[in-house]
């Protein structure tokens, strides 16, 4: 399984119109997960200018789901955050009526491990469209290495991190773009200016 | 009109100067509203660059760009960071991560944002362009420095530097926005083979 960053993710999501996909996170993290891919296809959706998007996270009875997803659109994207423990009948329900489904908004069950397996056993059909497109999260994709980062500017400047917070502070630090990216690595900001 | 024409005067003139450019910088330089964050900038700015990957305006694939394009925060503190690479490329290194235009051309950048109040404003960037050989001149650099603390530091807020890092040489510029800077790089800042001369050589045909 593949662990893509939310942009690719997103990017993978929108190919497809009408498809339908599984995102591997642990159970923790599915709500989080949830509302970044959710602003992640928002974006996407909005500089297209076709589609939108709708979380799912409230529980509702199974068919109530399905008369809801029948009303949007393949350019839609209908993100259904499915914890193990109620995977079981909202999948089975899914797979049921998926005849009704073709055609719809792509689909983003996001769920952990233990969820997929059940996708897997309860929903043979609706598995099958999932088929490869199954993704684990690289939660870090796209983030700086601030320690990295502060390590090549370091060597850059041949300046620590010491005297850059004391000519920060003592107001004598030259005010230049090197150094604000310095303090905003050190979580130091606020000194810009001084 | 009696001009100072003193160092004083000229420094005065200066700080003017920059809070006129200042004054005129962009809208998404301090935005506000649903999109005044860090994340949507840098969202922005994928987009842009992909978009210019999709038009063959970057040699770079898609995937390269995701890869190259870093984000941190917001801290704490309400401060945003986005670069190219994880290093900072102080050499002109060409095997650090940059993005390259269709001749050769390429660039990296780096800028900071500080969120809050509903606002995210840039407070810091340089982008810098390397071109090609017989280009007229090897890099141009657009830099906006952070708010200064006293008034010659700030006399030289936004300026632009072209084939020379000594402060000295630099040059007052307009507050840009990420995408017009980007703009000059990816459309602009090329030999056209148009040369304007002054009326006397074209009618001399000098």
Known sequence: ?194 | MDVDVSSAGAERRRVALQERLWGAAHPTCRRTGKNASGQQLYREIRSYLIKASDRRLLLESPDVIRKYLRYLGPDARDYFDIAIGTVRNFHRTKELPHFTRKDGGWFDFQLQVKEGDGRADIIAYDFELRLPADSGFDFLRFDLNPPGHDNEADGLRSHMHINGDDDGLAAPAAVMSPFEILDLFLHGLRRVGRIRRSPVTVGTGG
């Not at chain 1, 949007?72 to 499915?82: F, I, N």
């Not at chain 1, 870090?140 to 500017?153: C, H, N, P, Y």
């Open chain 1, 1 to 194: 399984m593949s662990a893509l960053g939310l942009a690719e993710l997103a990017d993978r999501t929108l190919m497809v119109p009408g498809g339908w996909s599984a995102v591997v996170v642990d159970e923790a993290r599915i709500d989080a997960t949830t509302q970044a891919l959710e602003e992640e296809l928002t974006f996407w959706l909005e500089e297209e200018g076709i589609g939108s998007v709708r979380v799912f996270s409230e529980r509702r009875p199974p068919p109530a789901l399905v008369e809801e997803l029948v009303r949007m659109t393949p350019e839609d994207v209908a993100l259904l955050p499915l914890p193990a423990d109620i995977i079981g009948p909202v999948s089975r329900s899914l797979d049921y009526e998926r005849a009704r489904l073709a055609g719809h908004p792509r689909g983003v069950i996001l769920t952990s491990e233990a969820g997929l397996q059940t996708l897997a056993a309860e929903a043979p059909n609706l598995w099958s469209w999932v088929g490869p497109r199954v993704w684990h999260v690289d939660p870090l994709a796209g983030q700086l290495d601030a320690e990295a980062r502060l390590s090549s500017l370091r060597q850059g400047t041949g300046l620590t991190d010491a005297e850059v917070l004391q000519r920060a502070e003592g107001g004598t630090l030259a005010p230049d773009p090197v150094f604000a990216e310095w303090l905003v690595l050190l979580g130091r900001g606020e000194l810009l200016g001084r």
